[in-house]
């Protein structure tokens, strides 16, 4: 080999080096600031192609690695993730689809009661204790009843008292005469 093929070669190692410096060097940057870790951010943050990550297998696995971690904060403690955004997110949608369902079933019920209330005070509506009426109105029926025959029952015993006075008053007219 050469000098000069030589020369291109340590050249040419050198550069991948110092470019996988670069991207090992963004790639702590991103993990300890807690931005998102992406292959395309990674290369974009090391002023690499991203074909020069997926190249090199170690790179690509030491990438995607971090990105499964969840992040750090600056503090150094961890920070929240994507993925528990998006289930937070997730969650609290279907809290406000459960309350809006909730809500209007509760509109509902309160338009109905304020329409039966409104109905009732109209006087177009049945009273509220429409049993305890008919209970009411049967027992006055009955009574009715039972006060007809009484006045039956006396009518007859008057109209009998009438007739006897009648012929009481004929016995004697006719055991006197003037």
Do not use: C, Y
Request: hydrophobic letters at 40%; aromatic letters at 2%.
């Amino acid at each position: 080999m050469t000098d000069q093929a030589a020369g291109l070669i340590a050249a040419r190692r050198s550069d991948s080096s110092q470019r996988r410096q670069q991207v090992l060097k963004a790639l702590n940057t991103a993990a300890n600031t807690g931005e998102a870790i992406t292959i395309s951010g990674i290369a974009r943050a090391a002023g690499v192609h991203r074909s020069f990550i997926h190249r090199h297998a170690d790179l690509h696995a030491a990438v995607l690695a971090q990105a499964a971690k969840p992040p750090m904060t600056p503090s150094g403690g961890p920070a929240v993730s994507r993925n528990s955004l998006l289930a937070d997110l997730a969650n609290l949608q279907g809290r406000n689809a459960r309350m809006a369902q909730t809500i209007s079933a509760l509109e509902r019920r309160l338009s109905e009661t304020l329409g039966e209330a409104a109905w009732r005070e109209s006087g177009l509506g049945a009273p509220l204790d429409n049993d305890a009426l008919q209970r009411r109105i049967t027992k006055l029926e009955q009574e009715n009843v039972s006060l007809r025959q009484q006045l039956s029952e006396r009518d007859d015993e008057l109209d009998a008292s009438r007739d006897t006075n009648r012929q009481l008053m004929t016995r004697i007219n006719s055991r006197n005469p003037k």
